[in-house]
């Protein structure tokens, strides 16, 4: 199974130095407080060495090391869970696979996909030579640690090629995989230098870097290839897709900063855990301070991948006073700002991808709401909806409702339901089709949220239609309004009996002309919460006072006009109007066995009728 990846190989070697340029980035954090730590080795590096007697590649790094307890921890856990397992789950077609490697980000253990056995040498920083660790696997579920020496902090991976991969034991294959993935990579990478003697390729003896050594983030924009920017991304965010698009500009002022910031085109496997804010890494004139900075991004933009870089900021900072300092908060608004420039442009620009990204994140987007008021107009202009006029697509943009909305419309009408699918069938939306007037279709617990978060847009107010006696403002005319009126005397003796069949099952009975096919539907007051978001809180657990629902009937449908007739009102009639109307909101009957004894008491009552006549 892991030969389904033979293609894809070579990222072994991405992942390892991924690893080594990490831990070194630590060492140079943790030497601000333990200058003693880079006496050893003021310039930090990673090695590639390659045996081709033994057949191993080594990765060897000057980074922060690990005791044996984080050996086994680190490396072992996968070692014994995960990826026998995760290697069963890989299909052989390359896409998913990546999607899949993306999502568990394998790391290390990528090493078993060209090695059948992999010997990890490691010294923690600040230990002595003699407390290195020597961890060694198969890859099988089981590994070994012993006790060993190594001279200094750092790490040495040694990968023992499998047999059909020993072409990559070659200085030659590995320096053009390594330029093509790693060049970005601000250490120094290094390899045995070699030279043409009498025709012979041997070695010299010396060390060469591979790779320009200085931070991608560093260097002006017109020196980066869209590649280099793409590998970049692989490399900070461990996915093996191409980003969606990025940013990447040098802020100047009182703050002075770089940012570069990418939207993702597949969504990690933790973008639902809202605590899981360490997408942007948090540098300090090049020496890496954190990736766990949650205060770089606000939560709702928790997908956004990369680097800010800078150059005001203590290097001796600590976690503590970053949190708080002024200077972060600059860095975090100015970034904020940036990332929704970005997406922005991508919308105005790039409509297919900005699609995807909706489709991907824009449930992450929608918390922006509740969470920063100062961006509350942009968002909501990057917000896409399904509404009555989208062919069940979220196409529907703010913009674009309000340039359909019809003359004398003043409000912004939306309905919600447990789906947008649901919400669709909605009995009250037959008089918006009836005036072609369109409604947002809200569906779901995080519309639920986001609507308690919007007020208006563009000084129009958001309506829902479910909620209280319907005024359609100018939309309704004059005619109408009286004619409503004018319904509710004239069919008082009907709207009694109702209420007298349905007693405090309901809050009240009326006529409504918002209805043209279906017989009843049910709306709430105007201050009583949404169903949808009453059941939601329900089936979390939560008490919530009842509310009666207000039972609204069609004086235009057959059956109510039969009711009117003399003789013809049937208190079990009444109730299957209203449970009607509840079904059609995705409610639960407070008695469904009683409603399916009345329905099938109606089915014999009219076979009985057929087979008198
Ligand atoms: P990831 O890098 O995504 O965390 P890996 O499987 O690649 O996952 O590595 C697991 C952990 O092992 C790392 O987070 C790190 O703590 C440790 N580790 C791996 N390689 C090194 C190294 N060269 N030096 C120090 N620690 C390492």
Redesign the pocket.
Known sequence: MVHSLYSNREIFLR??I???S??ID?LRFEAISHPEFLTQDPHPSIRIGVNDKEMTIT?S?D????TRE??IA??GT?AKSGTKEFFAHLTGDQQKDAKLIGQF?????SSFIVSDKVT?I?RKAGTKPEDAVLWESTGEGDFTVENTTREHF??D?ILHIKKDDQDLVSKYRLREILTHYSDHISTPILMGKEEFKDDKVVDTGEWEAVNQGNALWARPKSEITEEQYKEFYHHVS?DPSDPLCWTHNRVEGKNEYIQLLYIPSTAPFDLWDRENVHGVKLYVKRVFIMDDASKLMPRYLRFVRGVIDSEDLPLNVSREILQQTRDLKAIRDGSTKRVLSMLEDLAANRAADYDKFWTLFGSVLKEGMGEDHANAERLQKLFRFISTASDGKPTTTLDGYLARKKTGQNDIYYVTGDTPETAAKSPLLEVFKKKDVEVLLMGGPIDEWLMQFMFEYEGKKFVNIAKGDLDLGELADKKEKEEKEKLQTEYKPLIDKFKEALGDSVKDVRMTLRLTDSPSCIVNDANALNPAFVRMMKMAGQDVPESKPILELNPNNPLVARLREKDAFNNDWAKILLEQAQLMEGEQLADPAGFVQRMNQMLIDTMEKKTIN
């Open positions: 992942e390892l991924s690893n080594a990490d831990a630590k990765v790094d980074g922060i090391g690990m984080e050996a680190q490396l996968i980000g394998v790391g290390f253990y990890v490691s750092g790490t991976v461990h």
